[in-house]
T-cell receptor, first 113, second 110 residues
Framework: DAGITQSPRHKVTETGTPVTLRCHQT?????MYWYRQDPGHGLRLIHY???????DKGEVSDGYSVSRSKTEDFLLTLESATSSQTSVYFC????????????FGEGSRLTVL | ELKVEQNPLFLSMQEGKNYTIYCNYS?????LYWYRQDPGKSLESLFV?????AVKQEGRLMASLDTKARLSTLHITAAVHDLSATYFC??????????FGSGTKLNVKP
């Protein structure tokens, strides 16, 4: 199994509070991703990183920011959480540019009240 | 932006039957992926299709890719209950930027 750890795995917070989700990998893979999963929408790309300090927006990036200061860590921040950001968040990594296969973390369930 | 559409979204089938899940994508992509997700779990990679005409098979599942039609199929042969899960396809927008379909929830009834 790919070495991907997400934290926290579960979090309940209130509207307007900041939240940071962490993704940590031990595979030394170049690419890291944050997706959110909601019923009826599949997985939607929030942001991804193609190297240290190199990030790009996905299809649902509004309200989210990311940072990657080290190869192994990719942080997703909700500056001011809203109820619409209640979701399951998955981190993924990909190392082989030739195949592009993604390996996923276990997910972080976030509830914004 | 790359749009990926799967159909059907829900599929209930009897054991022993065959069926096909379709995945269409909106813009050119030479790479297509299939993933499986069990309830409450993460996603696991099933197939990686990297060129037009690519066909991969694993057990009762077979995936194919037609880049000219922008279509991939996941064919299930003689379904068994253990195949019950949600199946996702994903396409590469370029630069390893992957977009997913909404998923097909498969329920195989004994």
């Amino acid at each position: 199994d790919a070495g991907i750890t997400q934290s926290p795995r579960h979090k309940v917070t209130e509207t307007g509070t900041p939240v940071t989700l962490r993704c940590h990998q031990t595979e030394n893979h170049r690419y890291m991703y944050w997706y959110r999963q909601d019923p009826g929408h599949g997985l939607r790309l929030i942001h991804y990183s193609y190297g240290v300090k190199d990030t790009d927006k996905g299809e649902v990036s509004d309200g989210y920011s990311v940072s990657r200061s080290k190869t192994e860590d990719f942080l997703l921040t909700l500056e001011s959480a809203t109820s619409s950001q209640t979701s399951v968040y998955f981190c993924a990594i990909s190392g082989a540019q030739a195949t592009g296969e993604l390996f996923f973390g276990e997910g972080s369930r976030l509830t914004v009240l | 932006e790359l749009k990926v559409e799967q159909n059907p979204l829900f599929l209930s089938m009897q054991e022993g039957k065959n069926y096909t899940i379709y995945c269409n994508y909106s813009t050119t992509s030479d790479r297509l992926y299939w993933y499986r997700q069990d309830p409450g779990k993460s996603l696991e990679s099933l197939f990686v299709l990297l060129s037009n005409g690519a066909v991969k098979q694993e057990g009762r599942l077979m995936a194919s890719l037609d880049t000219k039609a922008r279509l991939s199929t996941l064919h299930i042969t003689a379904a068994v209950h253990d195949l019950s899960a949600t199946y996702f396809c994903a396409a590469d927008r370029g630069f390893n930027k992957f977009y997913f379909g909404s998923g097909t929830k498969l329920n195989v009834k004994p």
